[in-house]
């Protein structure tokens, strides 16, 4: 009866939490955006230093382009969200010109805050 009772809270348990996350994009590694270097760095660059392909392209008529990475997490179905966006633009040539937008994507040198005494 005991062993019957722990697998039924068991097996409920693994159908809740298989059920209630899911993600959607491309995990990519955040910190891979800093070595990239406006001017120098190519698309392929941005590729191999986030590991990960786009999730979106959005091409200009100039044959310039934006890369959008992004990944979503969710542990609760509307409930615990984890979200990261980068925006990245690249010339008619693949190079990349400047990060256009990032969301949840810190830098690695960013300036500690600033506390009054």
Request: hydrophobic share 45%; aromatic share 12%.
């Amino acid at each position: 009866m005991l062993l019957r009772r722990c697998r039924y809270v068991v097996l409920s348990w693994l159908l809740l939490v298989l059920t209630a996350c899911h993600s959607t994009g491309n995990a990519f590694k955040s910190a891979g955006v800093d070595t990239l270097i406006p001017g120098v760095s190519t698309y392929q660059d941005a590729v191999q230093a986030l590991e990960a392909f786009p999730t979106n392209y959005y091409y200009q008529p100039d044959g310039a382009f934006m890369a959008r990475w992004a990944h979503v997490q969710s542990l609760l179905p509307d409930g615990i969200y984890m979200d990261r966006e980068l925006w990245l633009l690249f010339d008619s040539q693949q190079r990349f010109i400047a990060i256009e937008k990032r969301h949840s994507v810190q830098q690695a040198t960013q300036s500690p805050p600033d506390v009054a005494p």
